[in-house]
């Protein structure tokens, strides 16, 4: 190891090694085991010192005095960053997800929640997306029907595919009229615009004439503000076979499987991980890796997640959750390939 605690080339190798025994077998990784597979000729004494010091640095940890090795969270994270490449699918199994995801009519809830369930067959993992939000969608047309008692139905056509009926309450009145003629102004003004993007600009043009005279523009604020589009709430979320992380070793002490199955029933912690990847500048597949997850519970998992996109717009994510020791190789392109074609299929529509 040098000086500045970057891995030389060898020990790079045998940390990779020793990862993707692991991976493979589940158990603890010797000397003998990695000197046997090793590229080049080197004692099961020499391959010990090298792992001696790769446990001192973090990378290792030993169960057991006379055990092997395994990979602590910060391999993983050193494995992903500067040694992984992400393996190729096969053409069959490329045709096989998009024949599986093609079917005609289906709305974008059934869309999310079939990727979920093939995204878990392929991946082996607990597939996981998080539908478009409603305010990332785009604005097709938009419809308000005053109610009794204050009460207005909002009927919102966006892209990708969605009609959405909201009903709620203005403690102001407004006429049936007024109603038209804010749809009407929103539906002129900003078709193709996302609706978070309309609510800014509302605010902004309500802030340029000082939000007092325009009945129109102070209308269409109320609702916008404080109505139809009031909230900004996620998409929905997706998890298909959850008792697929129940079949993994890691998971086998019945308090820790409980901990975890409650965490990803309860949604709020998984959407909210889905969420932020929205949120991450540089976008593209990212991970989350134990210690990484800010929630407890989840710190013996893994999440593989990256955005898929409306029109070049990222507009939800999709991934999957397995236990730290996973195939990342394997697990990283499969949900690279797997937002490919959901921004494709969206896009197309």
């Known amino acids: 190891m040098r000086d500045d605690g970057e891995l030389d080339n060898r020990e790079q190798e045998v940390l990779a090694m020793i990862i993707r025994q ?12 990695v000197a ?41 994270r050193f494995y992903v960053d500067r040694i992984s490449r992400p393996a190729r699918l096969t053409p069959a199994l490329e045709r096989y997800i998009e024949d599986s995801l093609a079917a005609e009519s289906v709305s974008t809830d059934e869309l999310m929640e079939k990727i979920s369930v093939i995204l878990s067959e392929v991946s082996s ?12 969608k785009l604005l097709e047309h938009i419809k308000f029907v005053l109610l009794p008692d204050h009460r207005v139905l909002a009927v919102i056509v966006s892209r990708p595919d969605l009609i959405e009926n909201k009903i709620f309450r203005l403690e102001d009145d407004l006429t049936q009229q007024e109603l038209d003629e804010a749809a009407g102004f929103l539906n002129s003004e900003f078709r193709g615009w996302s609706l978070r993007t309309i609510r800014l600009e509302m605010v902004k ?57 409650a ?16 949120e991450t500048p540089r976008g593209g597949v990212q991970a989350l890796i134990g210690q990484e997850n800010p929630h407890s519970e989840m710190r013996r998992c893994t999440f593989i997640v990256a955005p898929y996109h409306y029109r070049h717009r990222p507009v939800g994510a999709l ?26 299929l969206l896009s197309a529509n």
């Not at 597979?37 to 640095?57: K, V």
């Not at 993992?125 to 990332?136: F, K, M, Q």
């Not at 965490?263 to 929205?278: H, M, N, R």
């Open 22 to 33: 692991y991976v493979i077998m589940g158990v603890p990784v010797g000397s003998k085991t």
């Open 319 to 344: 991934g999957v959750i397995g236990p730290t020791r996973m195939e990342y190789d394997r697990a990283i392109r499969t949900v690279e390939y797997f937002a490919e074609v959901t921004s494709r």
């Open 125 to 136: 993992h607990l597939g996981v997306v998080l539908g478009p939000a409603l305010e990332e």
């Open 36 to 76: 046997a597979q090793f590229p080049e000729p080197l004692s099961p004494a020499t391959i010990r010192n090298i792992m001696a010091d790769l446990e001192a640095a973090g990378y290792l940890t030993q169960p057991h005095t006379s055990a092997g090795r395994v990979p602590a969270d910060k391999a993983y």
């Open 263 to 278: 965490a990803i029933e309860e949604k709020a912690k998984v959407v909210k991980i889905l969420s932020a990847c929205l």
């Open 205 to 261: 043009r309500m802030e340029e004439m000082k939000a007092a005279s325009d009945r129109l523009l102070t209308a269409v604020a109320k609702l916008l503000m404080w109505g139809a589009l009031a909230h900004e709430q996620p998409g929905p979320l997706f998890v298909s076979n959850a008792a697929r992380l129940l079949s993994q070793p890691e998971f086998v002490n019945v308090g820790i499987a409980k901990e975890l199955l």
